[in-house]
Protein backbone atom coordinates (compact mmCIF):
# COMPACT_ATOMS: atom_id res chain seq x y z
CA UNK A 1 0.00 0.00 0.00
CA UNK A 2 3.08 2.22 0.86
CA UNK A 3 5.04 1.25 -2.59
CA UNK A 4 1.46 2.34 -4.28
CA UNK A 5 1.37 5.63 -2.66
CA UNK A 6 4.79 6.87 -3.20
CA UNK A 7 4.41 5.70 -7.33
CA UNK A 8 1.22 7.19 -7.46
CA UNK A 9 3.45 10.45 -5.75
CA UNK A 10 5.85 10.24 -8.15
CA UNK A 11 3.77 9.92 -11.07
CA UNK A 12 1.90 13.19 -10.47
CA UNK A 13 5.14 14.41 -10.37
CA UNK A 14 6.34 14.19 -13.33
CA UNK A 15 2.82 14.84 -14.47
CA UNK A 16 3.37 18.13 -13.39
CA UNK A 17 7.29 18.90 -14.31
CA UNK A 18 6.55 17.93 -17.90
CA UNK A 19 3.13 20.38 -18.20
CA UNK A 20 5.51 23.16 -17.11
CA UNK A 21 7.91 22.20 -19.54
CA UNK A 22 5.24 22.37 -21.97
CA UNK A 23 4.39 25.89 -20.65
CA UNK A 24 8.11 27.16 -21.09
CA UNK A 25 8.44 25.70 -24.73
CA UNK A 26 5.29 27.42 -25.69
CA UNK A 27 5.86 30.77 -24.37
CA UNK A 28 9.48 30.58 -25.51
CA UNK A 29 7.76 29.25 -28.88
CA UNK A 30 5.63 32.50 -28.93
CA UNK A 31 8.28 34.77 -27.80
CA UNK A 32 9.80 33.73 -30.91
CA UNK A 33 7.45 34.28 -33.12
CA UNK A 34 6.69 38.05 -32.06
CA UNK A 35 10.57 38.83 -32.53
CA UNK A 36 10.11 37.48 -35.99
CA UNK A 37 7.44 39.47 -36.58
CA UNK A 38 8.97 42.91 -35.68
CA UNK A 39 12.06 41.84 -37.03
CA UNK A 40 9.76 41.37 -40.32
CA UNK A 41 8.44 44.76 -39.74
CA UNK A 42 11.54 46.55 -39.10
CA UNK A 43 12.81 45.26 -42.59
CA UNK A 44 10.19 46.47 -44.42
CA UNK A 45 10.31 49.82 -42.88
CA UNK A 46 13.52 50.34 -42.05
CA UNK A 47 12.72 51.34 -38.02
CA UNK A 48 13.76 49.44 -35.33
CA UNK A 49 12.19 49.62 -31.70
CA UNK A 50 15.50 51.17 -30.93
CA UNK A 51 15.17 54.28 -33.73
CA UNK A 52 11.44 55.13 -33.68
CA UNK A 53 12.83 58.07 -32.13
CA UNK A 54 15.22 58.77 -34.91
CA UNK A 55 12.91 57.85 -38.08
CA UNK A 56 10.28 59.75 -36.44
CA UNK A 57 12.68 63.27 -36.03
CA UNK A 58 13.54 62.35 -40.00
CA UNK A 59 10.37 62.32 -41.14
CA UNK A 60 9.83 64.60 -44.16
CA UNK A 61 13.00 64.03 -45.79
CA UNK A 62 16.78 63.76 -44.63
CA UNK A 63 18.63 66.60 -44.05
CA UNK A 64 16.27 68.94 -44.13
CA UNK A 65 15.02 68.05 -47.45
CA UNK A 66 11.32 68.49 -45.85
CA UNK A 67 11.34 71.49 -43.98
CA UNK A 68 8.16 73.93 -45.04
CA UNK A 69 10.73 76.50 -44.07
CA UNK A 70 13.38 75.73 -46.66
CA UNK A 71 10.92 74.95 -49.11
CA UNK A 72 9.24 78.49 -48.18
CA UNK A 73 12.65 80.07 -49.13
CA UNK A 74 13.50 78.36 -52.21
CA UNK A 75 10.26 78.67 -53.55
CA UNK A 76 7.66 81.12 -52.24
CA UNK A 77 4.47 79.61 -51.96
CA UNK A 78 1.97 81.68 -54.11
CA UNK A 79 0.16 84.77 -52.09
CA UNK A 80 -3.48 85.96 -52.61
CA UNK A 81 -4.06 88.97 -54.96
CA UNK A 82 -6.96 90.96 -56.04
CA UNK A 83 -8.97 89.42 -58.82
CA UNK A 84 -7.90 85.48 -57.89
CA UNK A 85 -10.60 83.24 -57.69
CA UNK A 86 -10.46 80.81 -54.38
CA UNK A 87 -13.04 77.92 -53.88
CA UNK A 88 -14.08 76.62 -50.18
CA UNK A 89 -15.56 73.24 -50.00
CA UNK A 90 -16.71 72.08 -46.49
CA UNK A 91 -16.48 68.35 -46.10
CA UNK A 92 -19.31 68.08 -43.62
CA UNK A 93 -21.18 71.01 -44.20
CA UNK A 94 -21.05 71.27 -47.55
CA UNK A 95 -24.08 74.09 -47.72
CA UNK A 96 -21.66 76.27 -47.04
CA UNK A 97 -19.47 75.76 -50.36
CA UNK A 98 -18.61 78.80 -52.16
CA UNK A 99 -16.15 80.48 -54.86
CA UNK A 100 -14.91 83.73 -54.52
CA UNK A 101 -12.81 86.46 -56.16
CA UNK A 102 -10.90 88.73 -54.24
CA UNK A 103 -11.65 92.30 -54.09
CA UNK A 104 -9.83 95.00 -55.28
CA UNK A 105 -9.22 95.89 -51.77
CA UNK A 106 -8.02 92.67 -51.30
CA UNK A 107 -11.17 91.06 -49.30
CA UNK A 108 -13.67 88.46 -49.56
CA UNK A 109 -17.21 87.87 -48.65
CA UNK A 110 -17.65 84.91 -47.31
CA UNK A 111 -21.18 83.54 -46.58
CA UNK A 112 -23.15 84.10 -43.58
CA UNK A 113 -19.33 85.07 -42.11
CA UNK A 114 -18.88 88.70 -43.35
CA UNK A 115 -15.66 90.40 -44.73
CA UNK A 116 -12.11 88.84 -44.28
CA UNK A 117 -8.84 90.30 -45.51
CA UNK A 118 -7.16 87.96 -47.81
CA UNK A 119 -4.49 89.80 -49.68
CA UNK A 120 -0.93 88.18 -49.30
CA UNK A 121 -2.41 85.23 -47.70
CA UNK A 122 -0.64 81.61 -49.26
CA UNK A 123 -3.43 79.34 -48.68
CA UNK A 124 -2.48 77.60 -45.94
CA UNK A 125 -2.87 81.29 -43.85
CA UNK A 126 -6.01 81.09 -46.09
CA UNK A 127 -7.70 77.96 -45.09
CA UNK A 128 -7.19 78.84 -41.05
CA UNK A 129 -8.67 82.30 -41.39
CA UNK A 130 -11.85 80.25 -43.14
CA UNK A 131 -11.99 78.27 -40.01
CA UNK A 132 -11.68 80.53 -38.02
CA UNK A 133 -14.29 82.79 -39.21
CA UNK A 134 -17.13 79.46 -39.13
CA UNK A 135 -15.88 78.04 -36.06
CA UNK A 136 -19.26 80.51 -34.85
CA UNK A 137 -21.06 77.85 -37.16
CA UNK A 138 -19.63 75.02 -37.36
CA UNK A 139 -18.23 72.77 -34.33
CA UNK A 140 -15.25 72.01 -36.03
CA UNK A 141 -15.13 73.50 -39.44
CA UNK A 142 -12.98 70.79 -42.08
CA UNK A 143 -12.46 73.44 -44.94
CA UNK A 144 -10.65 72.62 -48.45
CA UNK A 145 -9.84 75.64 -50.31
CA UNK A 146 -7.99 75.76 -53.54
CA UNK A 147 -7.05 78.59 -56.01
CA UNK A 148 -9.74 78.18 -59.58
CA UNK A 149 -8.20 81.24 -61.39
CA UNK A 150 -4.88 84.05 -60.48
CA UNK A 151 -3.15 86.80 -62.55
CA UNK A 152 -0.51 84.94 -64.05
CA UNK A 153 2.65 86.43 -64.25
CA UNK A 154 3.31 88.73 -66.91
CA UNK A 155 5.47 91.43 -68.81
CA UNK A 156 4.89 94.34 -70.82
CA UNK A 157 6.81 95.41 -74.05
CA UNK A 158 5.69 98.34 -75.77
CA UNK A 159 7.23 101.07 -78.36
CA UNK A 160 8.55 100.02 -81.67
CA UNK A 161 8.17 96.64 -81.88
CA UNK A 162 6.78 93.89 -84.46
CA UNK A 163 4.25 92.93 -81.97
CA UNK A 164 3.56 95.02 -78.51
CA UNK A 165 1.43 94.01 -75.74
CA UNK A 166 1.04 91.93 -72.70
CA UNK A 167 2.80 88.49 -72.58
CA UNK A 168 2.54 85.68 -70.16
CA UNK A 169 6.16 84.96 -68.30
CA UNK A 170 6.12 81.35 -68.26
CA UNK A 171 10.26 80.76 -67.92
CA UNK A 172 13.55 82.84 -67.20
CA UNK A 173 13.32 85.58 -69.43
CA UNK A 174 15.44 88.76 -70.65
CA UNK A 175 14.66 91.86 -72.06
CA UNK A 176 15.99 90.86 -75.43
CA UNK A 177 14.13 87.70 -75.16
CA UNK A 178 11.47 89.92 -74.61
CA UNK A 179 11.71 91.96 -77.29
CA UNK A 180 11.99 88.70 -79.40
CA UNK A 181 8.92 87.45 -78.29
CA UNK A 182 7.27 90.73 -79.07
CA UNK A 183 8.05 90.80 -82.76
CA UNK A 184 11.61 91.80 -82.47
CA UNK A 185 13.08 95.37 -83.68
CA UNK A 186 11.61 97.65 -86.26
CA UNK A 187 13.45 99.59 -88.68
CA UNK A 188 12.58 102.65 -86.50
CA UNK A 189 13.72 101.03 -83.28
CA UNK A 190 16.25 102.81 -80.93
CA UNK A 191 18.11 99.55 -80.05
CA UNK A 192 20.98 101.34 -78.16
CA UNK A 193 18.58 102.89 -75.47
CA UNK A 194 15.78 99.84 -74.73
CA UNK A 195 14.09 101.02 -71.23
CA UNK A 196 13.36 98.31 -68.53
CA UNK A 197 10.71 99.99 -66.15
CA UNK A 198 10.58 97.83 -62.98
CA UNK A 199 7.94 98.52 -60.27
CA UNK A 200 9.57 99.53 -56.48
CA UNK A 201 6.23 99.62 -55.00
CA UNK A 202 2.77 100.64 -55.82
CA UNK A 203 3.51 104.25 -56.88
CA UNK A 204 7.02 104.01 -58.15
CA UNK A 205 9.03 102.84 -60.95
CA UNK A 206 12.27 102.58 -61.22
CA UNK A 207 13.73 103.36 -65.31
CA UNK A 208 17.40 101.38 -66.56
CA UNK A 209 18.48 102.27 -70.16
CA UNK A 210 19.93 99.03 -71.96
CA UNK A 211 22.29 99.50 -74.75
CA UNK A 212 20.89 96.04 -76.45
CA UNK A 213 22.78 96.80 -80.23
CA UNK A 214 26.02 96.89 -78.35
CA UNK A 215 25.62 93.63 -76.62
CA UNK A 216 24.02 91.89 -79.52
CA UNK A 217 27.24 93.31 -81.87
CA UNK A 218 29.55 91.91 -79.01
CA UNK A 219 27.54 88.41 -78.79
CA UNK A 220 27.50 89.31 -74.91
CA UNK A 221 24.00 89.23 -72.83
CA UNK A 222 26.17 89.17 -69.72
CA UNK A 223 24.62 92.56 -68.66
CA UNK A 224 20.98 91.84 -70.37
CA UNK A 225 18.52 91.98 -67.18
CA UNK A 226 16.03 89.19 -66.17
CA UNK A 227 12.57 89.86 -66.20
CA UNK A 228 10.08 89.78 -63.40
CA UNK A 229 6.83 90.11 -63.36
CA UNK A 230 5.48 93.46 -64.06
CA UNK A 231 8.30 94.78 -66.13
CA UNK A 232 7.77 96.59 -68.81
CA UNK A 233 10.22 96.64 -71.71
CA UNK A 234 9.75 99.99 -73.82
CA UNK A 235 12.03 100.44 -77.12
CA UNK A 236 12.11 104.25 -78.51
CA UNK A 237 12.24 105.70 -81.67
CA UNK A 238 14.20 108.63 -80.57
CA UNK A 239 16.46 109.02 -78.73
CA UNK A 240 15.93 109.89 -75.37
CA UNK A 241 17.88 112.75 -73.82
CA UNK A 242 17.29 111.93 -70.06
CA UNK A 243 15.40 109.80 -68.35
CA UNK A 244 14.94 109.32 -64.45
CA UNK A 245 16.23 106.46 -62.89
CA UNK A 246 13.04 106.69 -60.29
CA UNK A 247 9.71 107.69 -61.52
CA UNK A 248 5.88 107.86 -60.68
CA UNK A 249 3.70 104.86 -62.13
CA UNK A 250 1.64 108.00 -64.01
CA UNK A 251 4.88 109.28 -65.31
CA UNK A 252 5.43 105.51 -66.84
CA UNK A 253 2.36 105.12 -68.35
CA UNK A 254 2.95 108.18 -70.71
CA UNK A 255 5.59 105.55 -72.68
CA UNK A 256 2.22 102.97 -72.74
CA UNK A 257 0.08 103.08 -75.96
CA UNK A 258 -3.51 102.25 -75.49
CA UNK A 259 -3.61 100.61 -79.31
CA UNK A 260 -0.83 98.12 -77.88
CA UNK A 261 -3.61 95.65 -76.00
Not at 145 to 167: A, C, E, M, T, W
Request: proline fraction near 5%; charge should be neutral; glycine fraction near 8%.
Amino acid sequence: MKRSFIFVRCLASALLALQCCAAVLAQEEKNGLSADKESSRSGLTGASPGSVNTTAARAGGADGQGNPALVGERHPLYRLRPSDVVEISFIVAPEFNQTLTVQPDGYVMLKDAGMVEVQDLNLQQFTEVVQTAYRGYLHDPQVAVSLKDFDRPYFIVGGKVGKPGKYELRSDTTVAEAVEIAGGFTQESKHSQVVLFRRVNDDLMEARLLDLKKMLNQRSLKEDDHLRTGDFVFVPQNTISKIARFLTRPSASMYLSPTQF
